[in-house]
C-alpha cells in the first residue's frame, strides 16, 4: 500500500520556522517528481514546491520563493520544506504529493496525496 505521511506541521509565531517532512512507502519513488501543496480554509488548494527526480531542480510558488526551501532525501524517500519567515497567510493544511510524468503545478497531475499537516502562523 502506498503512503506518504507529513510530519511536522505546528503552531509558530510571525516570523518563525518550520521544518515539513513526508515520507514515502509502499514503493520507491525516487523516480517522481514530488511537491508541496497548502490549502487554507475556503480556498483552493495552492501550489508551493516541486522538486525533479532527476536533477533536483526546484520551482517555487510566488507566494513562498526566498522563503521556502523543498529538498529531498532519496535514500529515505522523503522530501522535506523548510519554512522560514513565516506569515500569518502561510497558515493551511500543508500536503505533499508525487506523480512520476512532470513537475507539475496543479493537484489534478498528482497521483499520490498525504493526509496533510496543519501549519499555523500568529501575528
Known amino acids: 500500500q502506498v503512503q506518504l505521511v507529513e510530519s511536522g506541521g505546528g503552531l509558530v509565531q510571525a516570523g518563525g520556522s518550520l521544518r515539513l517532512s513526508c515520507a514515502a512507502s509502499?514503493?520507491?519513488?525516487?523516480?517522481?517528481?514530488r511537491a508541496w501543496f497548502r490549502q487554507a480554509p475556503g480556498k483552493e488548494r495552492e501550489f508551493v514546491a516541486v522538486?525533479?527526480?532527476?536533477?533536483?531542480?526546484?520551482y517555487y510558488g510566488d507566494s513562498v520563493k526566498g522563503r521556502f526551501t523543498i529538498s529531498r532525501d532519496t535514500a529515505k524517500n522523503t522530501v522535506y520544506l523548510q519554512m522560514n519567515s513565516l506569515k500569518p497567510e502561510d497558515t493551511a493544511v500543508y500536503y505533499c504529493?508525487?506523480?512520476?510524468?512532470?513537475?507539475?503545478?496543479?493537484?489534478?497531475?498528482?497521483?499520490?496525496w498525504g493526509q496533510g499537516t496543519q501549519v499555523t502562523v500568529s501575528s
Open positions: 509502499g514503493r520507491t519513488f525516487s523516480s517522481y517528481f
Open positions: 522538486i525533479s527526480s532527476s536533477n533536483n531542480s526546484t
Open positions: 504529493a508525487a506523480n512520476r510524468l512532470r513537475g507539475s503545478v496543479r493537484p489534478r497531475d498528482y497521483d499520490f
